[in-house]
């Protein structure tokens, strides 16, 4: 038999993440050759992961990531069988790296194709941490923004916004931060009433003014009552500013 070192245990265990038996089990049946042994890993991995495949995921992380120059913005989603799987710090980071490949993707499918730099693409990276945390994990959600300037906005990692403006002006008020956290704390369906479709107003409401009111004011953006101030609506609080900024769109997203 193939006699296997600490250092090479140690050494296929940094790069793979596996335990410490399943690297020496691996170098073993692969006497020693390291290439072998992280393909037969990460086989194993995927083997386990497929008996898991009816595992409910609905916790885990989500993250936004925006350009530099605030034209384009991106909110992805690494779900999770368990929070405690959300805590582990591999987890952390590889959603954080997922997120700057995505900024440069236009799709989830795209997303999925792109490699890191030791040449393993996202979904296989997925698949290498999900076998290593043995939990299913999945990345549910990929969704972009664009727009002359993209403000964010996240909430504990569980709620994220984008929100997309007609431009830019440095002012004291930080009125993007300030509508992200509206749409994150608010859940608009709409953006304004132009934007929503009357068999949704007929098939939500009945021919009542007072309910019709209600629907507009609770889920479309600018006619919601601003969060820091009750008494005036997120349009009220745009204007009052008198800086001419429109808000374009927006996205969000929640686990």
């Known amino acids: 038999m193939y006699k296997i070192s600490i250092d090479d245990i140690s050494k296929l265990r940094k790069i793979t993440g596996s335990g410490i038996m399943n690297c020496k089990k691996a170098l073993e049946k692969t006497k020693g050759n390291f290439n072998h042994a992280i393909k037969l890993l990460r086989k194993k991995g995927q083997e386990f992961l497929i008996k898991k495949q009816q595992n409910i995921t609905n916790k885990g992380l989500v993250i936004t990531k925006v350009c530099n120059n605030h034209k384009k913005g991106i909110i992805i989603s690494l779900n999770s069988e368990t929070d405690f799987a959300a805590r582990n710090e591999k987890f952390i980071q590889l959603i954080n790296k997922i997120s700057e490949l995505a900024i440069i993707c236009n799709s989830k499918e795209e997303l999925m194709l792109k490699k890191f730099d030791d040449g393993l693409s996202v979904k296989e990276k997925i698949t290498e941490l999900a076998s290593i945390i043995?939990?299913?994990?999945?990345?549910?959600?990929?969704?972009?923004?664009?727009?002359?300037?993209?403000?964010?906005?996240?909430?504990?990692?569980?709620?994220?916004?984008?929100?997309?403006?007609?431009?830019?002006?440095?002012?004291?008020?930080?009125?993007?931060?300030?509508?992200?956290?509206?749409?994150?704390?608010?859940?608009?369906?709409?953006?304004?009433?132009?934007?929503?479709?009357?068999?949704?107003?007929?098939?939500?409401?009945?021919?009542?003014?007072?309910?019709?009111?209600?629907?507009?004011?609770?889920?479309?953006?600018?006619?919601?009552?601003?969060?820091?101030?009750?008494?005036?609506?997120?349009?009220?609080?745009?204007?009052?500013?008198?800086?001419?900024?429109k808000i374009i769109n927006f996205k969000r997203v929640s686990i």
């Open 134 to 245: 043995k939990e299913k994990l999945v990345l549910t959600c990929f969704e972009q923004l664009e727009a002359p300037y993209i403000s964010s906005y996240t909430h504990q990692n569980r709620i994220a916004a984008l929100v997309g403006f007609s431009k830019y002006i440095n002012c004291k008020e930080d009125i993007y931060k300030n509508v992200a956290m509206q749409v994150v704390a608010m859940n608009p369906i709409f953006l304004d009433e132009k934007s929503v479709d009357k068999s949704i107003i007929e098939k939500e409401i009945k021919e009542n003014f007072e309910e019709k009111n209600n629907f507009f004011s609770e889920k479309v953006l600018i006619n919601q009552p601003f969060i820091k101030n009750n008494n005036i609506s997120l349009k009220e609080y745009i204007t009052n500013i008198n800086l001419n900024i």
